[in-house]
């Protein structure tokens, strides 16, 4: 059980285009999705928190009109890369925390996806 | 003071051995302490976690030990196997709304054979 899926694994796009990455929690309803960049050889660093039905909280630094979050159901998030640039090639990864904490479970428990390679030309 | 500070950043330890991986954190807000396990191209895998209610939590060869007072945690890999090979990150959250981790810098561990 709790399984998060991110959709697509890897995308290449050209510069100026933009991308989605779609992330679903599969077997349970997610009542907050965080979004998360890597670069290599480098920690997660948060990007913001999305609560189905509100507007995502962004970290410091991250430009919310280049990185845009929809939560539209409680089983999926996206996140749209506008006018992408060679500089936000990266790996994104998406987390999701469950509706409610299972038994044996810490409510704060975190479900992450398998990630997206995003490569900009 | 949202730091979670990792050592070391690289480990090499023998089959069989044991890993052990050290996270402070500056945060007394902090109460749930992770620890996530992540392969080349994947995304982190929760190994086990811990609330500062417990100095010691076991589940199969990984044991966190907490040391509430010094602000510490750790991770131990008993029987170390070249399958544990990976990155290793702590994190730090505190219960709310948001429950946002905190990521620790990472410590990249080779079993050898």
């Known amino acids: 059980g709790a399984v998060v899926s991110q959709h697509p694994s890897w995308v290449i796009c050209k510069s100026g285009t933009s991308v989605k990455i779609e992330c679903r929690s599969l077997d349970f309803q997610a009542t907050t999705m965080f979004w998360y960049r890597q670069f290599p050889k480098q920690s997660l660093m948060l990007m913001a928190t999305?609560?189905?039905?509100?507007?995502?909280?962004?970290e410091q630094g991250v430009e919310k009109d280049k990185f845009l979050i929809n939560h539209a159901s409680l089983t999926l998030s996206t996140l749209t890369v506008t006018s992408a640039h060679p500089e936000d090639s990266s790996f994104y990864i998406c987390s999701a925390r469950p509706r409610t904490s299972g038994r044996g479970k810490d409510y704060n428990e975190q479900f992450f996806g398998p990630g997206t390679r995003l490569t900009v030309l | 003071q949202q730091q979670v500070k990792q050592s070391p950043q690289s480990l090499i330890v023998q089959k069989g051995g044991i890993s052990i991986i050290n996270c402070a954190y500056e945060?007394?807000?902090?109460?749930?302490f992770p620890w996530y396990q992540q392969f080349p191209g994947k995304g982190p895998a929760l190994l086990i976690a811990?609330?500062?209610?417990?100095s010691e939590k076991k589940e199969g060869r990984f044991t966190i030990s907490f040391n509430k007072s010094a602000k510490q945690f750790s991770l131990h890999i008993m029987d170390s196997q070249p399958g544990d090979s990976a990155t290793y990150f702590c994190?730090?959250?505190?219960?709310?709304?948001?429950?946002?981790?905190?990521f620790g810098t990472g410590t990249r561990l080779q079993v050898t054979l």
């Open positions: 999305s609560n189905e039905g509100s507007k995502a909280t962004y």
């Open positions: 811990i609330r500062p209610d417990v």
């Open positions: 945060n007394t807000a902090f109460d749930y």
């Open positions: 994190a730090a959250s505190k219960t709310g709304t948001a429950s946002k981790l905190t």
